[in-house]
């Protein structure tokens, strides 16, 4: 299954759109380009034979002390029966202001919305073109991001003693 999937988004959507394969024994992972991101989750949504069409998950990884992050989809073809994970490796400077950042894919699963927004609260991945992307478990002006591996508890939060 992987091999057609492979050859049909190469074929449509370009060589470079996938990055490589890694086998798993629970269901096959496609690391993608993170600029193909959106046009690949649209091709896997709307082909016929294919149709995956539930988005279970988003989670991220953080490969502390490497400048770079991982963000996994976990998407199934409910008619077919079919799982297959979709990962996106995003390098980004940790001294940066700015935020590891790649396409949001809300407008194919509307599930998205909901997982990005606890990926940016938690994690600090920016989802460009997501209709509402703010803090979604924390407040709003919390500082940081305490899932990333880097992150340092604060003491405190408006005078309240956190430790």
């Keep these: 299954m992987i091999a057609k999937i492979e050859e049909l988004i190469t074929s449509t959507i370009g060589p470079e759109a996938i990055v490589r394969i890694e086998e798993h024994p629970l269901e096959p992972i496609l690391v993608v380009q993170a600029r193909k991101l959106l046009k690949i989750a649209q091709f896997l949504r709307d082909t016929e034979g294919l149709y995956f069409d539930f988005l279970s998950n988003i989670s991220a990884v ?3 002390p490497e400048d770079k992050f991982t963000v996994v989809y976990h998407i199934a073809s409910l008619p077919y029966q079919t ?5 996106v490796e995003l390098i980004q400077d940790r001294r940066s202001e700015l935020l590891p950042e790649v396409e949001s894919v809300s407008t ?3 599930t998205a919305e909901w997982h990005e927004r606890e990926a940016f609260d938690l994690m600090g991945i920016f989802f460009t073109g997501h209709p509402d992307l703010r803090r979604i478990l924390l407040p709003d002006d919390w500082q940081g991001y305490p899932l990333r591996k880097d992150y340092e508890d604060a003491a405190s939060y408006h005078g309240i003693s956190i430790k």
């Design 83 to 87: 799982r297959l994970t979709l990962k």
């Design 62 to 64: 953080d490969y502390f």
């Design 108 to 110: 194919v699963w509307r």
